[in-house]
């Protein structure tokens, strides 16, 4: 099966390469489920942008590291 092409909106590209690198990696898997016709593993259907539309959702944990800074745990 051929791979769908990737339509890049607004400043997505941009905004995708300024993630950290854990992030881009996972982001660049989860577009390569999506071009293989399969859904992201954590989405999220975004139905006020239209039908079919989801947003993929990248974890990378590094919330969880701020929030643990920010209370000043180590």
């Given amino acids: 099966m051929s791979e769908k092409p990737v339509a890049w909106l607004g400043s ?3 905004d995708l390469q300024a993630f950290p690198a854990e992030a881009r990696r996972a982001a660049g898997y989860q577009i390569g489920r999506v071009q293989q016709g399969l859904m992201p593993d954590d989405w999220k259907s975004m139905v ?3 039908a079919g539309v989801y947003e993929i959702r990248i974890r990378t944990g590094l919330r969880e590291q701020e929030k643990k800074r920010k209370k000043g745990s180590p």
């Fill in 12 to 14: 997505s590209l941009h």
């Fill in 48 to 50: 006020t942008v239209g």
